[in-house]
């Protein structure tokens, strides 16, 4: 089976336990169930797909030696700890990914900024740095709180393509806003009348 576009969300490790509601408003009630627990431990797991990603370089491909190469260099800078199981665990999904995605397929990983810098290195990875198309930035609101720094007010998605030659890409388009017609008929306008004197 191929897929032409995929979008992955996975969890951010946010060390934090998502609960489903059964009844509204209630917070931390016996009506909640945890739906999934975004925490990631350096555990046996971990370990034994740590071990099967430095392992795969002996196929011999460029790409999985270059995945063996960047899991055990991203050891040696994070360590054994949350975070590289976080990433060994992203890895190997992000890497089926790719061998279900048609070869004019598209991927949209969507994170956050905790950890975008190591995923953007691993697609590159798996991916080829050629076949990254956008970062695109997903701003949103939030209510100010009293912080000693700037808000994270984003996540990130990251596109990829699997051929950066052939690939579907469907633009999206929406009306002009009054304001902005206006604006566009006044500077054509403008163009036109320098245009004819000058």
Known sequence: MEVAVIYPDPPFNS???????????LQDSPAQIKAFEDSWHWNRDAEKTFKELIGIEKSKTK????????IQALEKIVGRNDVL?????????????RRVLKNTGSLYLHCDPT????????????FGKKNFQNEIIWHY?????SANKFL????VIFFYTNNSKNYTFNSSFTDYTEKSLKRKQ???????ERMMFG
């Open 15 to 25: 060390k934090r336990d998502y609960n489903v509601l059964f009844k509204e408003g």
């Open 63 to 70: 790409v999985n030696q270059g995945i063996s190469e960047l």
């Open 85 to 97: 199981a976080y990433l060994v665990m992203i890895t190997v999904r992000l890497i089926e990914l």
């Open 115 to 126: 950890a975008s810098h190591y995923l953007k290195i691993i697609l590159d990875t798996i």
């Open 141 to 145: 609101r939030r209510w100010t709180g």
């Open 152 to 155: 994270g007010m984003h996540d």
């Open 186 to 192: 006044n500077y054509h306008t403008r163009i036109k």
